[in-house]
């Protein structure tokens, strides 16, 4: 069936859809990179200059540029965000609207993931957020009367006709849509928008023609959302190492984004390409033997031979890595790939067969965009993207496949804070804000206590930098868990790790302690004791008392030394200038957050010592080579004292 409608005119396209829906505008988008953000924008544009109309939009995850404060971080990140992002990077204007609390009253949005920590002031986000585990978002959806799906797709020209691909985003856009049909509800009007950069993924992403009832492909695509690769701190370092020795040879993975997973993937690669060096320092670093001890029970300490699998909502930078250092390898076999091998004429077990990785999202760097497409022309059935019903749960039909595939498995997921007794908090505060979301974070968690062999590894800084200091990330209680302690399982901070599967309060307690910074480790004893969690004459090992942040540097040495532990193990999106700003900034920015570090940056500035090497080149990138006005000679010297304390 031919497609009703095709536009090439963004505007023109948002107009048929307000005329043919009517004033009320009821909107599905997919999380993440799938959002068509210009016609998103064009449909705002439009309901907002006509408040008669209404516009009700659910999605997750809407990605906009930082935004940065005037003054030394505007001077390093807008010349930055131009390059990288490009100046015609398109940022949902809605999702800008309603950081500043000025959505329109005719416009309400719901999230259920949103981007960690930016809405935090928005009144508005707080209270139209939606607290949902990923896999129950599509039932929800299907009783609100949704009346227009938008999603960015990509588009094949077959013999057999147009064919369209989900790509980045068949999460939930193929649950949902079945459920509301399912429903008796009149299917939405399903709009795609065609983005030439966006991979090609067949198989379960894939959909015919008539599946979409307008198409939009604009004569003009921004660049991709890409995310800039982070650095890695010696404390990532150490959490990620002692993490990669959890993962069973033959397994599952499942890992999320940000600098914790970067460091969990490169200390994979550690242990597969230069065994002895991450054992030396795995050694180095596990004093107590414990990492090594749960290494021989749960992981392993070889490299891998049989590889493997991974199975994650999130596909991102890390598993493209691993696969190109030949740890991601170990192939499953499900329907789809024998059909496929029989249109081919290959049997199970021929290769290339079956997928070694699947899906439900991905979101990366342009280079993570490149791979998938060329994975995608190579080995086509190498990648699964596919409906998070079969990603992020074991129930259904699909169950007694999805355990064989998830055998091994190791899902691994960060959270911001933890309790002595096993609950995680990662998607809010205690005083009700939302920070992020829960995400499937209670899915994987949930699905490794189904699986017979199957583990949940919750990763998570020891401290964190807060407003009076540092502060410990290892609570005796909190107000708010996104992860109940009756889940709980295994624990990884830079010190180490805490096995708390099937252990009584006590126990638990005792091991959390062992993971906990030396700073904080007195004082959380002592209000486990005062709350009759703890024995009275228990006392802190020694060994617990080297848990600090200088042990770590100590230890890691001979690592940095043979340039195993980069600041940016995956390369950097960031000029040798700017990664050489880094430091002086995230000094300056970490010491502005307490009476003692704006001491210090003041005395800093009055006796900045002497120059270093590239400081000229780093004040001309920031735009200080002639500093006229005084305001400029403050910041220049700021920053000069800076440069030369983070040389230190």
Not at 114 to 121: A, F, H, K, N, T
Not at 166 to 183: K, W
Not at 191 to 209: F, I, K, R, T
Request: aromatic residues 8%; charged residues 20%.
């Amino acid at each position: 069936m031919p497609l009703q409608q095709r536009f090439t005119d963004t505007a023109a396209c948002a107009q048929v859809i307000a005329d043919r829906l009517g004033p009320d505008l009821r909107v599905a988008a997919p999380l993440g990179l799938g959002k068509p953000h210009g016609l998103l924008n064009a449909i705002y544009a439009l309901i907002k200059a006509q408040p008669a109309r209404s516009l009700t939009l659910y999605t997750a995850l809407s990605l906009t540029r930082p935004r940065p404060r005037p003054g030394l971080e505007a001077r390093f990140l807008v010349p930055f965000l131009a390059r990288h992002f490009g100046e015609d990077c398109v940022d949902p204007e809605y999702a800008l609207d309603q950081t500043r609390d000025a959505l329109p009253a005719n416009v309400a949005v719901h999230e259920f993931y949103v981007q960690s920590g930016v809405m935090l002031q928005s009144g508005s986000a707080q209270r139209s957020y939606i607290s949902q585990n990923y896999t129950h978002v599509a039932r929800d959806l299907a009783v609100q009367d949704i009346n227009l799906l938008v999603q960015l797709v990509a588009r094949r020209e077959t013999p057999d006709g147009v064919r369209y691909s989900l790509s980045c985003n068949p999460d939930l856009t193929l649950d949902f849509l079945e459920r509301a049909v399912a429903s008796g509800k009149p299917r939405p009007l399903c709009v795609a928008v065609v983005h030439p950069d966006l991979p090609y993924l067949s198989g379960h992403a894939e959909v015919p023609q008539d599946y979409f009832d307008i198409e939009l492909a604009p004569r003009h695509a921004p660049p991709l959302f890409a995310l800039p690769r982070q650095p890695v701190s010696v404390a990532e370092y150490a959490l990620g190492l002692h993490a990669s020795a959890l993962v069973k040879d033959g397994g599952c993975l499942q890992i999320g984004i940000g600098a914790l997973s970067d460091a969990l993937v490169h200390a994979l690669l550690l242990r597969q390409r230069h065994n002895l060096a991450w054992r030396a320092a795995l050694e180095a670093l596990d004093t107590g033997y414990v990492s090594h001890t749960l290494a021989l029970q749960l992981g392993g300490m070889e490299p891998f031979r049989q590889g493997l699998y991974g199975a994650s909502e999130m596909v991102m930078d890390g598993f493209m890595h691993l696969q190109r250092g030949g740890v991601l390898k170990r192939r499953s076999w499900d329907n789809l790939a024998l059909e496929r091998a029989a249109v081919a004429g290959r049997l199970p077990g021929d290769a290339p067969g079956g997928h070694y990785l699947r899906g439900a999202f991905f979101l990366g760097s342009r280079e993570l965009y490149r791979w998938l497409d060329e994975t995608e022309a190579a080995d086509p059935d190498a990648i699964d993207m596919c409906r998070v019903s079969n990603v992020n749960q074991l129930y259904g039909d699909h169950q007694v496949l999805a355990a064989l595939q998830r055998r091994g498995a190791r899902f691994f997921n960060t959270c911001m804070m933890a309790t002595l007794t096993g609950a995680a908090v990662s998607d809010g505060l205690e005083d009700g804000h939302v920070v992020s979301g829960v995400g499937g974070q209670y899915n994987f968690v949930a699905m490794a206590h189904e699986l017979a062999d199957g583990r949940s590894i919750l990763l998570l800084r020891a401290t964190r930098d807060g407003p009076h200091g540092v502060e410990t990330n290892i609570r005796f209680n909190y107000g708010n868990t996104t992860i109940p302690r009756h889940l709980r399982d295994l624990f990884v901070t830079e010190y180490g790790v805490a096995d708390l599967r099937g252990k009584t309060d006590e126990e638990c307690i005792e091991a959390m302690l062992s993971v906990c910074d030396a700073r904080f480790v007195d004082a959380l004893a002592a209000e486990a004791k005062a709350h009759g969690k703890l024995r009275a004459e228990f006392a802190i090992p020694d060994a617990w008392r080297r848990h600090r942040p200088e042990a770590l540097a100590e230890a890691l040495a001979p690592l940095k030394a043979r340039g195993l532990a980069p600041t940016f193990p995956f390369g950097s999106d960031f000029t040798e200038v700017e990664q050489r700003l880094l430091p002086a900034l995230g000094w300056l920015q970490r010491g502005s957050r307490t009476w003692r570090g704006r001491l210090a940056i003041a005395r800093a500035w009055l006796r900045p010592g002497a120059a270093v090497d590239g400081e000229a080149e780093a004040l001309a990138r920031m735009g200080f080579g002639q500093a006229a006005t005084l305001a400029d000679r403050v910041q220049r010297r700021l920053l000069q004292a800076a440069l030369r304390q983070a040389t230190r």
